[in-house]
């Protein structure tokens, strides 16, 4: 991704200026990972913020049980991080498939904050919908079935475009939709049986909405 590729996004991201966009390009580090990487550990004192701009980020904990769960999920036009200042990461961050994203220091970002309101009304519009969408997960765990929250979670990450490119690991998905392994491999199998989707190893893709969002029970 070219800077003024970069730029370009983040005037989206922010709702801002191209102008106001290149202050905050240029207070961020673009930085890949792999899948499985992890970019903070629990316990670790968090200092940074990360925008994403490709792939998707889990935070993960370790439950009472001993058994790995999934605290929350952040994709392209998300942001992650300790804000508005440092403070102990409470889960693991661990990198879904891959990941793409500017990385800033959380007192880089607020003092860009105080000199830049504009990129403040954008923040603000951006963690609404974050917590919005943190609402919707919490309320699919109480009220749907465990491959109802699979299919949730294929429809969420599919996006608008309704494809997932590379295809979503079978484990990540259902942790993802607090199920097991199994779960999520039988719910997926059962939607190639019946044509919803199509996979192979370049991605996997939705070929009717309207019947996998019918499954969403």
Same mark, same amino acid.
């Given at each position: 991704?070219?800077?003024?590729?970069?730029?370009?996004?983040?005037?989206?991201?922010?709702?801002?200026?191209?102008?106001?966009?290149?202050?905050?390009?240029?207070?961020?580090?673009?930085?890949?990972?792999?899948?499985?990487?992890?970019?903070?550990?629990?316990?670790?004192?968090?200092?940074? +913020?990360?925008?994403?701009?490709?792939?998707?980020?889990?935070?993960?904990?370790?439950?009472?049980?001993?058994?790995?769960?999934?605290?929350?999920?952040?994709?392209?036009?998300?942001?992650?991080?300790?804000?508005?200042?440092?403070?102990?990461?409470?889960?693991?961050?661990?990198?879904?498939?891959?990941?793409?994203? +500017?990385?800033?220091?959380?007192?880089?970002?607020?003092?860009? +904050?105080?000199?830049?309101?504009?990129?403040?009304?954008?923040?603000?519009?951006?963690?609404?919908?974050?917590?919005?969408? +943190?609402?919707?997960?919490?309320?699919?765990?109480?009220?749907?079935?465990?491959?109802?929250?699979?299919?949730?979670?294929?429809?969420?990450?599919?996006?608008?475009?309704?494809?997932?490119?590379?295809?979503?690991?079978?484990?990540?998905?259902?942790? $993802?939709?607090?199920?097991?392994?199994?779960?999520?491999?039988?719910?997926?199998?059962?939607?190639?049986?019946?044509?919803?989707?199509?996979?192979?190893?370049?991605?996997?893709?939705?070929? $009717?909405?309207?019947?996998?969002?019918?499954?969403?029970?």
């Amino acid at each position: 991704m070219t800077a003024s590729d970069r730029i370009a996004t983040l005037a989206s991201f922010f709702s801002c200026s191209p102008e106001e966009a290149a202050k905050v390009d240029a207070a961020t580090r673009l930085v890949h990972y792999r899948h499985k990487d992890i970019l903070a550990h629990q316990g670790d004192l968090g200092a940074k +913020l990360w925008i994403v701009l490709a792939g998707r980020a889990q935070l993960q904990i370790i439950g009472m049980d001993g058994q790995t769960k999934l605290l929350a999920s952040h994709g392209p036009g998300e942001l992650f991080g300790a804000f508005p200042n440092e403070r102990i990461v409470i889960s693991d961050v661990v990198v879904h498939n891959r990941l793409s994203v +500017l990385e800033i220091a959380t007192a880089n970002m607020t003092r860009l +904050l105080q000199e830049e309101a504009r990129i403040g009304n954008g923040l603000s519009r951006i963690l609404g919908r974050q917590y919005n969408a +943190l609402l919707d997960r919490m309320a699919a765990r109480i009220t749907l079935t465990a491959n109802g929250r699979v299919y949730a979670e294929l429809l969420h990450e599919a996006g608008a475009q309704g494809t997932i490119s590379p295809p979503p690991v079978i484990a990540a998905l259902a942790l $993802s939709a607090q199920t097991t392994r199994e779960t999520g491999s039988r719910a997926i199998n059962a939607l190639e049986r019946r044509g919803i989707i199509r996979r192979d190893d370049e991605q996997l893709e939705i070929l $009717s909405r309207n019947l996998l969002e019918e499954l969403v029970i």
